[in-house]
Nanobody, 117 residues
Framework: QVQLVESGGGLVQPGGSLGLSCVAS????????MAWYRQAPGKERELVAA?????????GDSVKGRFAISRDNAKNTNTLYLQMNSLKPEDTAVYYC?????????WGKGTLVTVSS
């Protein structure tokens, strides 16, 4: 089992920045891929950004050039980050952390990001 706990959500004005964190309960290199997804009201969950254990990244088209994913998978920690810049009202959503470990997907409970003036 892997527990994922997100933090860092909140209210931010358009054009502002916000950083999210996700801490996994499993340390070391057993987690292969980690990712951020988001779900806006009335819409399907979509990929925001993903990162493999080796550092390869993939971004959703709508966030390329504005968001940056990073990961700390040192021996005793497994933390995923998302730096969000130039935020737009359409970035408003619940952001979920995702981890793939030994063929199973795990999800956090999500953190709300609201972009509004």
């Amino acid at each position: 089992q892997v527990q994922l706990v997100e933090s860092g959500g909140g209210l931010v004005q358009p054009g502002g920045s916000l950083g999210l964190s996700c801490v996994a309960s499993v340390s070391g290199f057993s987690i292969t891929n980690m990712a951020w997804y988001r779900q806006a009201p009335g819409k399907e969950r979509e990929l925001v950004a993903a990162m493999t254990r080796d550092g390869n990244t993939n971004y959703g088209d709508s966030v390329k050039g504005r968001f940056a994913i990073s990961r700390d998978n040192a021996k005793n920690t497994n933390t995923l980050y998302l730096q969000m810049n130039s935020l737009k009202p359409e970035d408003t959503a619940v952001y979920y952390c995702n981890a793939l470990r030994i063929g199973r997907n795990y999800w956090g409970k999500g953190t709300l990001v609201t972009v509004s003036s």
